[in-house]
T-cell receptor, first 116, second 111 residues
Framework: SAVISQKPSRDICQRGTSLTIQCQVD?????MFWYRQQPGQSLTLIAT?????????ESGFVIDKFPISRPNLTFSTLTVSNMSPEDSSIYLC?????????????FGQGTRLTVV | QKEVEQDPGPLSVPEGAIVSLNCTYS??????FMWYRQYSRKGPELLMY????GNKEDGRFTAQVDKSSKYISLFIRDSQPSDSATYLC???????????FGIGTKLQVIP
């Protein structure tokens, strides 16, 4: 298993500003994932972050809007840049660790972001 | 059409009832099927996963996969108020393939 600490747990931000979300894992992991969970929508993968390389972004998400850092095997940050009310959502980091049959995904508690 | 369809509910049941939660999917490459439970203001936690078709039981929880119908289910027996949460189905083709989530079904078990 993996224990993930994510902070802040929530924040209210002014439009046009940026917020950096931190994710700390209690063990070394190869890949970390960032998801967005909007009301009434399923978890949507933003990007995959590997240590020592550029993050890989999913369709609809770009590095300028969601820059990601992955300085080591236990830590990552996601920045939500130039925020607008449409960015109000829950942001979750996730890691996958080998399980008995497949990799198992573990999630942080999420960051509830409100943009006003 | 979404790859994974899940009724968002909400679903309200009395304590002790049997709960049935379901998802359908369209991608025949999916091999691993997971159920996550998400309490309010918390991240999702893995509840159960199954590989290919068949049943898997863990205490009061039973997961079923019918690949021929592209239909998966989670049954909760003797439901408890502590089971009140949002349940998300998730699936992948395996390995490090992208995991696709359902929208989640909100369940409320009434004492």
């Amino acid at each position: 298993s993996a224990v993930i600490s994510q902070k802040p747990s929530r924040d209210i931000c002014q439009r046009g500003t940026s917020l950096t979300i931190q994710c700390q894992v209690d063990s070394q992991v190869t890949m970390m994932f960032w998801y967005r969970q909007q009301p009434g929508q399923s978890l949507t993968l933003i990007a995959t972050a590997n240590q020592g390389s550029e993050a890989t972004y999913e369709s609809g998400f770009v590095i300028d809007k969601f820059p990601i850092s992955r300085p080591n095997l236990t830590f990552s940050t996601l920045t939500v840049s130039n925020m607008s009310p449409e960015d109000s959502s829950i942001y979750l980091c996730s890691v996958e660790v080998p399980g008995a049959m497949n990799t198992e995904a573990f999630f942080g508690q999420g960051t509830r972001l409100t943009v006003v | 059409q979404k790859e994974v369809e899940q009724d968002p509910g909400p679903l309200s049941v009395p304590e002790g009832a049997i709960v049935s939660l379901n998802c359908t999917y369209s991608n025949s490459a999916f091999q691993y099927f997971m159920w996550y439970r998400q309490y309010s203001r918390k991240g999702p936690e893995l509840l159960m996963y199954t590989y290919s078709s068949g049943n898997k039981e863990d205490g009061r929880f039973t997961a079923q996969v019918d690949k021929s119908s592209k239909y998966i289910s989670l049954f909760i027996r003797d439901s408890q108020p502590s089971d009140s949460a949002t349940y998300l189905c998730a699936m992948s083709a395996g390995g490090y393939q992208k995991v696709t989530f359902g929208i989640g079904t909100k369940l409320q078990v009434i004492p």
